[in-house]
C-alpha cells in the first residue's frame, strides 16, 4: 500500500507518534492507502510551520501577481494529473470515475486560477473626505489558515478553502477528512513542484475529536477556521473557535428543497431533478432531498422521475458507464441503510430502489411520506429522495421553508414573475431557478440557520480571509488647517 503523509514545512513526514491509519476502498471494502495519523503535536508542527511562513516568510509580502503564477502553475498541474488524482477521490470514498474525473478535478483547477486571478483584479475602496483627507482600505492577509474539509467532495472542496486563503497571501493547515486523505498529499506535493515556499500549504492528516482536527481548531497560533460537514461538528468548531476569538466559517449540512411547480418543462425538471439527489450517490449538502411537486403534474412527473431513477447504472465507480457508486464508508452506509430500512414505519411507500450490493444504495424514491417524517426533515446524504405533492405556490413556500437548514432550494417554473418572487422568499443561501450546481464563483456560496455561518465566493472570500485595514491620509494640511479647530481631523461625513 502506498503511503501518503503529513506535508509539513516543504517536507512530506510521518507523524511523531509513528501512528498511521488506513484509507478503505468503497467498493472492494479493503484498505488501499496508508496516512499518516496526526495528532495534538503534529499539529503544532504544521502550525508552527505556517505561523513561520507567515511571519518570516515571502509569501504574504509577495505581490499577487507572483503568488497568482504560483497558483496557475499549480492549476496546470492538477490537470495534467488529472487521471490519478480524480482515481485517488474515487479509491477512497466510492464517487464514480466520470464525476472526479469530469466535475471535481476541473472545478479544483479553476478554484486556484479563479482566486488568483481575483485577488491580483480585486480592487478597494476609497474614500477622498471633504477635510482634506483621504482613506482607503488596505486587504492585508488574516495569518495562518486552519481548513478543515470533508469527505464527499475532496480536493475540490479543498480547494474552494485553500486556493482563496493562499492567493490572498495567508498560510494554510488543511486536514483532510479521514476517509479521504490521498488527494490531500497529492496537492500539496503539486504545490512545491509548482512552487510554492515551504510552510506556506501544509496537510495535516487524522481524526476529528481528540485528534488532528481538534487540536488545529483549539491551536491559538490560528488566525481563521474554515469548515465544511456535519451541522453538529459546526457548533463543536464554532465553540472550539469562540476561545481564542478565532473567525470561523462554517458551510454544514442541507435539505434541500426542489419544488416542481404545474408550468414547469417538465423534461427538463425530471433531468434536473435527477442530477439535483443523485450527484455523487446522493452525498452531497447541497441535494435536492424533498421534492415538492405540484398536484396536476405530480402523477406524470413521478412516473417519469422515478423511471429516470431506476436507469441510474449502479456499480464499480471505477466503470465510467456506472452513475451511482458505493457510499463512501461502512459507517456511513450504515447510517443511510438505517433510513431505507425504516420507510414504512415513518409511513412512507418506497416506489423504486432499496438497499444495493455492499455499500451501494440503489437511487430510491420514496412517496406517501408526510413533510414531518423524519426522511423528509434530516439530511441522510445518499440516493434517497421524499416526494411530496403540493396545492398552491404559498403552501409550496411554506413546506420548502419548515426546516432548521438553509442551504439552497431549487425550482422549476417557466412563469418568469413566480420564478423570482419565489426566489426571493425562500430561506436558503443559494437558489436554483431550472438548474442545478451552476456556480459563479464570484457569487456568495453558504447557507442560514443550521447550514452555516458565513459566505465564501469571491469578495466574500476576502472579507474572511483577509483583515481589512483602513488607512486614513492627510492630504491637504490647508483643509484642516482652515477648518474651526473643534472639528479638525473628525470626518465631515
Ligand atoms: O462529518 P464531520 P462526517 C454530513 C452528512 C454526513 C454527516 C457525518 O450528513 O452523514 O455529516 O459525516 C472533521 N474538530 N456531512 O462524520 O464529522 C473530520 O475529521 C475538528 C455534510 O464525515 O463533520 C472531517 O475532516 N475537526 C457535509 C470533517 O470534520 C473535526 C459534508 C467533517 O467531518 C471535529 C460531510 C472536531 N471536533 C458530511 N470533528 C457538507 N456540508 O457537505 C470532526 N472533524
Redesign the pocket.
Known amino acids: 500500500m502506498d503511503f501518503y503523509g503529513h506535508v509539513i514545512d516543504g517536507e512530506e513526514a510521518a507523524s511523531l507518534s509513528g501512528a498511521t491509519f488506513s484509507s478503505t476502498d468503497p467498493h472492494t471494502r479493503r484498505p488501499w492507502a496508508e496516512a499518516a495519523l496526526g495528532d495534538g503535536a503534529d499539529a503544532d508542527r504544521a502550525v508552527s510551520a505556517a505561523r513561520r511562513a507567515f511571519d518570516h516568510g515571502h509569501w504574504p509580502r509577495m505581490g499577487t501577481a507572483e503568488r497568482g503564477r504560483i497558483l496557475h502553475r499549480l492549476a496546470d498541474l492538477i490537470e495534467e494529473h488529472a487521471e490519478d488524482i480524480a482515481l485517488a477521490d474515487t479509491q477512497d470514498m466510492g464517487k464514480p470515475i466520470t464525476q472526479s474525473q469530469g466535475n471535481d478535478v476541473p472545478r479544483t483547477a479553476a478554484n486556484f486560477r479563479f482566486f488568483a486571478d481575483h485577488a491580483r483584479l480585486s480592487t478597494s475602496e476609497s474614500y477622498p473626505m471633504d477635510t482634506g483627507h483621504h482613506a482607503y482600505t488596505r486587504f492585508d492577509p488574516a495569518g495562518v489558515v486552519a481548513a478543515?474539509?470533508?469527505?464527499?467532495?475532496p480536493m475540490m472542496?479543498e480547494s474552494w478553502k485553500v486556493a482563496p486563503a493562499l492567493a490572498w497571501g495567508n498560510t494554510v493547515v488543511l486536514?483532510?477528512?479521514?476517509?479521504t486523505p490521498v488527494s490531500a498529499t497529492l496537492m500539496a506535493r503539486l504545490a512545491l513542484e509548482a512552487g510554492m515556499p515551504p510552510g506556506v500549504f501544509n496537510v495535516l492528516h487524522?481524526?476529528?475529536?481528540d485528534?488532528?482536527?481538534?487540536a488545529?481548531?483549539e491551536h491559538p497560533a490560528v488566525d481563521r477556521i474554515t469548515?465544511?460537514?456535519?451541522?453538529?461538528?459546526?457548533r463543536?468548531?464554532a465553540t472550539?473557535g469562540a476561545r481564542h476569538l478565532t473567525p470561523v466559517s462554517l458551510?454544514?449540512?442541507?435539505k434541500g428543497a426542489n419544488i416542481v411547480f404545474a408550468d414547469a418543462d417538465l423534461a427538463g425538471a425530471v433531468e434536473w431533478s435527477i442530477r439535483a439527489v443523485f450527484t455523487n450517490s446522493g452525498?452531497?449538502?447541497?441535494a435536492g432531498s424533498r421534492l415538492y411537486v405540484q398536484r396536476e403534474v405530480y402523477d406524470e412527473f413521478l412516473t417519469r422521475f422515478a423511471a429516470a431513477a431506476d436507469a441510474l447504472v449502479v456499480g464499480d465507480p471505477r466503470d465510467p458507464a456506472v452513475q451511482i457508486g458505493p457510499l463512501a464508508s461502512a459507517e456511513?452506509h450504515a447510517?443511510v441503510a438505517g433510513y431505507v430500512d425504516t420507510i414504512a414505519e415513518q409511513g412512507g411507500t418506497l416506489r423504486t430502489g432499496g438497499l444495493g450490493d455492499g455499500w451501494t444504495i440503489r437511487p430510491t424514491v420514496i412517496t406517501g411520506m408526510d413533510h414531518t417524517a423524519r426522511h423528509a426533515r434530516e439530511?441522510?446524504?445518499g440516493p434517497v429522495v421524499v416526494v411530496i405533492p403540493f396545492a398552491t405556490e404559498a403552501e409550496a413556500i411554506e413546506l420548502a421553508n419548515d426546516t432548521p437548514y438553509g442551504?439552497n432550494a431549487m425550482l422549476f417554473t417557466e412563469n418568469l414573475h413566480r420564478a423570482h418572487r419565489v426566489a426571493a422568499v425562500l430561506r436558503a443561501g443559494t437558489v436554483w431557478v431550472n438548474c442545478f450546481f451552476v456556480r459563479d464563483l464570484r457569487a456568495p456560496f453558504g447557507g442560514v440557520g443550521d447550514s452555516g455561518i458565513g459566505r465564501e465566493g469571491g469578495t466574500f472570500s476576502r472579507e474572511f480571509f483577509t483583515e481589512p485595514k483602513a488607512v486614513v491620509m492627510q492630504i491637504d494640511p490647508a483643509a484642516d488647517r482652515d477648518r474651526p479647530r473643534s472639528s479638525r481631523g473628525r470626518s465631515a461625513r
Open positions: 478543515i474539509a470533508p469527505w464527499n467532495f472542496l486536514k483532510p477528512a479521514e476517509d487524522g481524526y476529528g475529536p485528534s488532528a482536527g481538534q488545529l481548531t469548515f465544511t460537514g456535519e451541522s453538529g461538528t459546526g463543536v468548531i472550539a458551510e454544514l449540512g442541507g452525498q452531497v449538502c447541497l456511513h447510517k439530511e441522510i446524504f442551504l
